[in-house]
């Protein structure tokens, strides 16, 4: 069973410039999770998807940050027009639909740079 | 707001030693789940253990257990008998039993040296 995939694994982009991640959860998960880790600090949670719906998207730092799950399957996080606090990395995770047993099973994440 | 505290940004332990890895939280909830995640260098993230808070016996995977106080609000990781491949970042989160995402601490980067 192929794990939770992102793409791309780094980005190095321009102050300004657009940025979007993919995440690919294991197939059948209908949870996926955004989460962001800033350099040294914490992985903090962005949003939480069950389907295409978002459930919670408390996390989400400002208007520059775009999540969308069409039709179920993968997600896309589109950062625009992306700042230097921006850098960090990203990582996807997925569980299935019962989410009081689950676990979250992370990708490898998408490394960012903003300069 | 939960929060999660691992204190120790490093450790260092030889190989076939014993390790523990600090980890407190703090919440006001009383249904909750503690978890252990490593991400070895360069590759995912992946769970190591999980304690319902509701379960008083401490989880135990094979070389890794876990000292889990509930009053103290207290949740270590014990690494048995360590090899090379435990080397890796070890992230500790708390989940709400309401809620599904994650609270992580900062990470404590394990080294395993011969």
Same mark, same amino acid.
């Given at each position: 069973?192929?794990?939770?995939?992102?793409?791309?694994?780094?980005?190095?982009?321009?102050?300004?410039?657009?940025?979007?991640?993919?995440?690919?959860?294991?197939?059948?998960?209908?949870?996926?999770?955004?989460?962001?880790?800033?350099?040294?600090?914490?992985?903090?949670?962005?949003?939480?998807?069950?389907?295409?719906?978002?459930?919670?998207?408390?996390?989400?730092?400002?208007?520059?940050?775009?999540?969308?799950?069409?039709?179920?399957?993968?997600?896309?996080?589109?950062?625009?027009?992306?700042?230097?606090?921006?850098?960090?990395?990203?990582?996807?995770?997925?569980?299935?639909?019962?989410?009081?047993?689950?676990?979250?099973?992370?990708?490898?994440?998408?490394?960012?740079?903003?300069? | 707001?939960?929060?999660?505290?691992?204190?120790?940004?490093?450790?260092?332990?030889?190989?076939?030693?014993?390790?523990?890895?600090?980890?407190?939280?703090?919440?006001?909830?009383?249904?909750?789940?503690?978890?252990?995640?490593?991400?070895?260098?360069?590759?995912?993230?992946?769970?190591?253990?999980?304690?319902? @808070?509701? *379960?008083?016996?401490?989880? #135990?995977?094979? !070389?890794?257990? /876990?000292?889990?106080?509930?009053?103290?609000?207290?949740?270590?990781?014990?690494?048995?008998?360590?090899?090379?491949?435990?080397?890796?970042?070890?992230?500790?989160?708390?989940?709400?039993?309401? @809620?599904? *995402?994650?609270?992580?601490? #900062?990470?404590? !980067?394990?080294? /395993?040296?011969?």
């Amino acid at each position: 069973e192929a794990g939770v995939t992102q793409f791309p694994s780094h980005s190095v982009i321009e102050k300004g410039q657009t940025v979007t991640l993919r995440c690919d959860p294991i197939s059948g998960h209908d949870n996926l999770y955004w989460y962001r880790r800033v350099m040294g600090k914490e992985i903090k949670f962005l949003l939480h998807f069950v389907k295409e719906s978002k459930q919670d998207e408390s996390g989400m730092p400002n208007n520059r940050f775009l999540a969308e799950r069409t039709g179920g399957t993968y997600s896309t996080l589109k950062v625009q027009p992306a700042e230097l606090e921006d850098s960090g990395v990203y990582f996807c995770a997925s569980s299935q639909v019962d989410w009081n047993q689950e676990t979250q099973y992370f990708g490898p994440g998408t490394r960012l740079l903003v300069l | 707001a939960q929060t999660v505290t691992q204190s120790q940004p490093e450790m260092s332990v030889q190989e076939a030693e014993t390790v523990t890895l600090s980890c407190t939280y703090d919440t006001s909830e009383s249904d909750y789940y503690l978890f252990w995640y490593k991400q070895p260098p360069s590759r995912q993230m992946i769970l190591v253990i999980r304690q319902e @808070a509701y *379960k008083q016996q401490n989880a #135990t995977e094979n !070389r890794f257990s /876990v000292n889990f106080q509930k009053a103290a609000k207290s949740f270590s990781l014990k690494i048995s008998d360590s090899q090379l491949g435990d080397a890796a970042m070890y992230f500790c989160a708390y989940r709400s039993g309401t @809620a599904s *995402k994650l609270t992580f601490g #900062t990470g404590t !980067r394990l080294q /395993v040296t011969l």
